[in-house]
């Protein structure tokens, strides 16, 4: 055994992360541009006063307020209803899926799902000691739905993992998809992982929808995009209730600290202001998808809030280019590809004239048909 006696598998492997450098444009990891206000601030500094009071004492560990406020929340995007039993919540929800893995997961069972996608999945997996299993997406990044359901019937995983939209290329799961998989998993768990829901366009439909459905659905999504809270570290889910009281046998005694729970409910009182620049991030995505394309660059059709463009034969150099000129964007995806987060409409427009410029002073040849 060597020192430290780091499991083999884990030997030698990097940690996951997107480089956090001190740029002025930071456009890498998806988060929201807007800052809270002061307003929000200030409710959410008073919100922490209050529990800090009792913090002393444990905070309750089935965050039975926060619960409740989450249900209301979901319920806009769910005819039915959603339960405050229905829902769980995490420390984001990496939190949540790594729960869902170490519920459902483990040693002699599968997860599944198709690349390109989140590149944190099959880390799940592996430090479950799930088996890994990834189909992969067509040239548009949509799913082939015969060739997706009878990889699921081949494996029979105990998880299938599906990001809709998908990270990084932006690309929503249709109702029929998430129908077609619910019903080749049988008794496995189709998670739904709506991170950047609340982007999605006009028309596109939540699978929060099919939740009645079917039992082997579960919808995750996270404070952290839209909400413009991904410093507080809140994620959650809605499934059956079978699911959400599997998880707590997982989950670590008071998983959630009382300061965690005062901002996230303080955040939601206030979620009309802080979802307030959704919009306004929809429409600044769908002008860069407009302007990229304009560029002569192909640009996957995007539900989110980024937008993955190229083909560049040296991705890096243009990453590099762009770092130089202050602006921050992420080398993630297939060979060739570039992901750019949206931001403020002020940040774009650096974003557009860096990218100009690169692209003008680089020899820039693509490479078409990288995947
Ligand atoms: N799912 C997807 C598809 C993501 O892109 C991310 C974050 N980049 C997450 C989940 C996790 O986000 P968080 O832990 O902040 O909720």
Same mark, same amino acid.
């Given at each position: 055994?060597?020192?430290?006696?780091?499991?083999?598998?884990?030997?030698?492997?990097?940690?996951?992360?997107?480089?956090?450098?001190?740029?002025?444009?930071?456009?890498?990891?998806?988060?929201?541009?807007?800052?809270?206000?002061?307003?929000?601030?200030?409710?959410?500094?008073?919100?922490?006063?209050?529990?800090?009071?009792?913090?002393?004492?444990?905070?309750?560990?089935?965050?039975?307020?926060?619960?409740?406020?989450?249900?209301?929340?979901?319920?806009?995007?769910?005819?039915?209803?959603?339960?405050?039993?229905?829902?769980?919540?995490?420390?984001?929800?990496?939190?949540?899926?790594?729960?869902?893995?170490?519920?459902?997961?483990?040693?002699?069972?599968?997860?599944?799902?198709?690349?390109?996608?989140?590149?944190?999945?099959?880390?799940?997996?592996?430090?479950?000691?799930?088996?890994?299993?990834?189909?992969?997406?067509?040239?548009?990044?949509?799913?082939?739905?015969?060739?997706?359901?009878?990889?699921?019937?081949?494996?029979?995983?105990?998880?299938?993992?599906?990001?809709?939209?998908?990270?990084?290329?932006?690309?929503?799961?249709?109702?029929?998809?998430?129908?077609?998989?619910?019903?080749? &998993?049988?008794?496995? $768990?189709?998670? %739904? !992982? =709506?991170?950047?829901? *609340?982007?999605? @366009? /006009?028309?596109?439909?939540?699978?929060?929808?099919?939740?009645?459905?079917?039992?082997?659905?579960?919808?995750?999504?996270?404070?952290?995009?839209?909400?413009?809270?991904?410093?507080?570290?809140?994620?959650?889910?809605?499934?059956?209730?079978?699911?959400?009281?599997?998880?707590?046998?997982?989950?670590?005694?008071?998983?959630?600290?009382?300061?965690?729970?005062?901002?996230?409910?303080?955040?939601?009182?206030? &979620?009309?202001?802080? $979802?307030?620049? %959704? !919009? =306004?991030?929809?429409? *600044?995505?769908? @002008? /860069?998808?407009?302007?990229?394309?304009?560029?002569?660059?192909?640009?996957?059709?995007?539900?989110?809030?980024?937008?993955?463009?190229?083909?560049?034969?040296?991705?890096?150099?243009?990453?590099?280019?762009?770092?130089?000129?202050?602006?921050?964007?992420?080398?993630?995806?297939?060979?060739?590809?570039?992901?750019?987060?949206?931001?403020?409409?002020?940040?774009?427009?650096?974003?557009?004239?860096?990218?100009?410029?690169?692209?003008?002073?680089?020899?820039?040849?693509?490479?078409?048909?990288?995947?």
């Amino acid at each position: 055994m060597t020192f430290p006696p780091l499991r083999e598998e884990l030997q030698g492997l990097e940690p996951y992360g997107a480089p956090q450098l001190d740029v002025p444009v930071q456009l890498n990891v998806n988060e929201n541009p807007h800052a809270p206000s002061a307003t929000v601030v200030a409710e959410i500094a008073r919100a922490v006063a209050e529990a800090a009071t009792t913090l002393n004492r444990y905070p309750d560990r089935e965050f039975t307020d926060l619960r409740v406020a989450l249900a209301t929340y979901l319920s806009r995007d769910a005819p039915q209803g959603i339960a405050p039993e229905q829902v769980w919540a995490a420390n984001g929800s990496n939190e949540v899926m790594l729960q869902l893995l170490q519920a459902f997961g483990g040693p002699g069972r599968v997860a599944l799902s198709f690349a390109p996608t989140y590149s944190m999945y099959p880390e799940y997996a592996r430090d479950t000691s799930t088996a890994w299993v990834q189909g992969r997406r067509e040239t548009d990044f949509s799913l082939d739905l015969d060739a997706a359901r009878t990889l699921v019937l081949e494996h029979r995983p105990s998880v299938v993992l599906l990001p809709s939209p998908n990270n990084p290329t932006g690309t929503a799961l249709p109702p029929e998809a998430v129908s077609v998989l619910c019903e080749a &998993a049988g008794d496995g $768990l189709v998670v %739904v !992982d =709506e991170a950047y829901g *609340e982007f999605r @366009r /006009t028309g596109t439909p939540s699978a929060l929808e099919l939740l009645p459905r079917y039992r082997n659905l579960v919808v995750t999504r996270t404070m952290s995009k839209a909400f413009a809270l991904a410093g507080a570290r809140l994620g959650y889910l809605a499934a059956a209730p079978e699911i959400t009281d599997a998880i707590r046998v997982v989950r670590l005694p008071y998983h959630l600290s009382a300061i965690t729970q005062a901002v996230a409910l303080a955040a939601l009182r206030h &979620a009309p202001e802080l $979802l307030g620049k %959704v !919009d =306004e991030l929809r429409a *600044e995505r769908d @002008r /860069t998808v407009d302007w990229l394309r304009g560029q002569g660059l192909r640009v996957a059709d995007s539900d989110a809030n980024f937008a993955l463009f190229g083909t560049f034969a040296d991705r890096h150099a243009v990453w590099q280019g762009m770092v130089d000129r202050g602006v921050l964007i992420r080398e993630v995806g297939p060979e060739g590809w570039l992901r750019v987060s949206i931001g403020t409409a002020d940040e774009m427009a650096q974003f557009q004239n860096a990218l100009s410029e690169v692209m003008s002073t680089q020899v820039m040849g693509t490479e078409e048909g990288a995947r």
